[in-house]
């Protein structure tokens, strides 16, 4: 059987060092707001090419404290609007809404799955303060072009990169492309914890202290709260296992990339559609999509040869029960995506041959 994601082997092909980073910090005595924290705050804001970097419980919470943090700011207002591709996970509207804002859904390139910028423009109205670059299935968003809408509009550009730790535009990474980014250290991404984890990263310094003290109960100064705050923090065991990890990214990222140039160049059925590869450091191939109309005959086709895949996403954000005020929109290319995209399995534990085996199976479906 070839898992879509083995994380007991990804896990085990870092040790013996996450066990060390984890017994070092419980026998520190010291686990909120410490030195590991500290450590891979400032080894994370580097990596990214950033000025700060400010750790959060999980990804959702990342980007939520990134508007919070503008609200408090008087950036923006309770009700504006910020503009977000339809076909994202759910989390990156829910961001949203849970800072008090409104998602306008963008429909997304039916190529690229992120964002398009020529649809973006006419979603623009008085009320709208940022557009929300989601880097989806670990590709980036096209900044060159949304940094010119944004700066014609006076925009913020909120960076959801939790699928894209370490994709390039031109030499600059993700979560240094925008004015903030949100990244998610969910076990399954590309930085994965043991558990859950986020992190903000900016160049804007009130930005980050204002965030800073956001996610530590509005807090600059022990009991002095400045803010209604949240409690979101990246937890020092996390930290640990993070700077364990991030030390092997590129070339985790790089193996990622290896692996979808396989697929690219040995997946020749006609009923399946691969993702193009423009320029290579722009992807990490989180997620590897393939699209077939006949998707869900292929995915048992495969599961049949014992090749695990999985969909993201089954269900639109504007087609769930719990964004009912959204159903009505029509958005054509987003549902495409949905009713089609399959994602084969991609990441570095999979061997020469398990990869193989993928192609021969994708290419033996007959529909
Ligand atoms: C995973 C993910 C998030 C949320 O991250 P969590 O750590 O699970 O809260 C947000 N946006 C996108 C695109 C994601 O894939």
Same mark, same amino acid.
Request: aromatic residues 6%; charged residues 25%; contains cysteine.
């Given at each position: 059987?070839?898992?879509?994601?083995?994380?007991?082997?990804?896990?085990?092909? &870092?040790?013996?060092?996450?066990?060390?980073?984890? %017994?070092?910090?419980?026998?520190?005595?010291? #686990? /909120?707001?410490?030195?590991?924290?500290?450590? $891979?705050?400032?080894?994370?804001?580097? #990596?990214?090419?950033?000025?700060?970097?400010?750790?959060?419980?999980?990804?959702?919470?990342?980007?939520?404290?990134?508007?919070?943090?503008? @609200?408090?700011?008087?950036?923006?207002?309770?009700?504006?609007?910020?503009?977000?591709?339809?076909?994202?996970?759910?989390?990156?509207?829910? =961001? /949203?809404?849970?800072?008090?804002?409104?998602?306008?859904?963008?429909?997304?390139?039916?190529?690229?799955?992120?964002?398009?910028?020529? +649809?973006?423009?006419?979603?623009?109205?008085?009320?709208?303060?940022?557009?929300?670059?989601? &880097?989806? #299935?670990?590709?980036?968003?096209? /900044?060159?072009?949304?940094?010119?809408?944004?700066?014609?509009?006076?925009?913020?550009?909120?960076?959801?990169?939790?699928?894209?730790?370490?994709?390039?535009?031109?030499?600059?990474?993700?979560?240094?492309?925008?004015?903030?980014?949100? !990244?998610? $250290?969910?076990?399954?991404?590309?930085?994965?914890?043991?558990?859950?984890?986020?992190?903000?990263?900016?160049?804007?310094?009130?930005?980050?202290?204002?965030? @800073?003290?956001?996610?530590?109960?509005?807090?600059?100064?022990?009991? /002095?709260?400045?803010?209604?705050?949240? %409690?979101?923090?990246?937890?020092?065991?996390?930290?640990?296992?993070?700077?364990?990890?991030?030390?092997? *990214?590129?070339?985790?990222?790089?193996?990622?990339?290896?692996?979808?140039?396989?697929?690219?160049?040995?997946? =020749?059925?006609?009923?399946?559609?691969?993702?193009?590869?423009? +320029?290579?450091?722009?992807?990490? !191939?989180?997620?590897?999509?393939? !699209?077939?109309?006949?998707?869900?005959?292929?995915?048992?086709?495969? *599961?049949?040869?014992?090749?695990?895949?999985?969909?993201?996403?089954?269900?639109?954000?504007?087609?769930?029960?719990?964004?009912?005020?959204?159903?009505?929109?029509? *958005?054509?290319?987003?549902?495409?995506? &949905?009713?089609?995209?399959?994602? *084969?399995?991609?990441?570095?534990?999979?061997?020469?041959?398990?990869?193989?085996?993928?192609?021969?199976?994708?290419?033996? !479906?007959?529909?």
């Amino acid at each position: 059987m070839i898992r879509y994601c083995d994380l007991k082997k990804i896990t085990e092909s &870092h040790e013996p060092q996450l066990t060390e980073a984890v %017994n070092r910090v419980i026998q520190s005595g010291w #686990y /909120i707001l410490g030195n590991e924290v500290k450590t $891979f705050e400032q080894e994370f804001a580097e #990596y990214c090419g950033c000025s700060y970097c400010i750790g959060t419980g999980n990804g959702l919470d990342a980007l939520t404290i990134i508007m919070l943090a503008y @609200r408090e700011m008087g950036v923006m207002q309770e009700g504006d609007e910020v503009i977000v591709p339809a076909n994202t996970y759910i989390a990156s509207l829910l =961001s /949203i809404l849970q800072a008090g804002l409104k998602p306008v859904l963008c429909e997304p390139e039916w190529e690229s799955c992120n964002i398009d910028p020529g +649809k973006i423009e006419e979603l623009i109205t008085p009320r709208t303060k940022a557009i929300m670059a989601v &880097h989806l #299935y670990g590709r980036c968003a096209n /900044i060159p072009q949304i940094e010119g809408i944004a700066k014609r509009h006076s925009l913020k550009i909120i960076e959801d990169s939790a699928q894209a730790h370490g994709a390039m535009i031109d030499g600059k990474r993700t979560g240094n492309l925008g004015d903030a980014a949100g !990244f998610s $250290f969910y076990p399954g991404k590309n930085l994965g914890a043991l558990g859950d984890g986020g992190a903000i990263t900016t160049n804007d310094k009130e930005l980050a202290s204002t965030a @800073r003290a956001i996610a530590n109960y509005g807090s600059e100064k022990k009991y /002095i709260n400045t803010y209604k705050g949240v %409690n979101s923090r990246l937890d020092e065991i996390q930290a640990a296992v993070l700077s364990v990890k991030l030390q092997r *990214l590129d070339a985790d990222n790089e193996r990622r990339r290896a692996i979808a140039e396989r697929y690219n160049a040995g997946i =020749s059925n006609r009923l399946v559609k691969t993702p193009s590869i423009e +320029k290579r450091e722009e992807h990490v !191939f989180h997620i590897y999509p393939v !699209f077939c109309e006949q998707r869900d005959k292929l995915q048992k086709h495969l *599961l049949e040869r014992g090749i695990e895949t999985l969909i993201h996403y089954p269900v639109p954000p504007h087609k769930q029960e719990a964004l009912g005020e959204y159903a009505s929109l029509a *958005l054509s290319i987003t549902e495409r995506i &949905h009713y089609e995209e399959l994602s *084969l399995p991609c990441n570095p534990t999979m061997s020469d041959s398990d990869v193989t085996a993928v192609i021969e199976a994708v290419n033996s !479906f007959k529909g």
